[in-house]
Nanobody, 120 residues
């Protein structure tokens, strides 16, 4: 199983970016999916997560600005980020709790990070 994240980049304060994450490989089911981020000299933190049924949760720091969504049929997840601020600068990582087969349990998978830089 692989998670491929894309969509990072450089934007000015107040700008928008959309991150995408695609899961591929042997997948029976995907449970929780999430975006985490790690800023310079900071610990990794949860940005937003979404259950298999679409229930979402966002960190207080991004509520009202970021929106998480997923497409179960395509095994993809997105993070729409609006009104970006310099403090949102970080490497963003996608995460998924995946079960590969009826014979296996659930495991944690992480994608490689994608850099988001907000600067004027």
């Amino acid at each position: 199983v692989q998670l491929q994240a894309s969509g990072g980049g450089l934007t000015q304060p107040g700008g928008s970016l959309r991150l995408s994450c695609a899961a591929s490989g042997r997948i029976l089911s995907i449970n929780r999916m999430a975006w985490y981020r790690q800023g310079p000299e900071k610990q990794r933190e949860l940005v937003a997560d979404i259950s298999s049924r679409g229930a979402t949760n966002c960190a207080d720091s991004v509520k009202g600005r970021f929106s998480i969504s997923r497409d179960n049929a395509k095994s993809t997840m997105s993070l729409q980020m609006n009104n970006l601020q310099p403090e949102d600068t970080a490497v963003y990582y996608c995460y998924a709790d995946i079960r590969q087969s009826v014979f296996s349990g659930r495991d944690d998978y992480w994608g490689r990070g994608t850099q988001v830089t907000v600067s004027s």
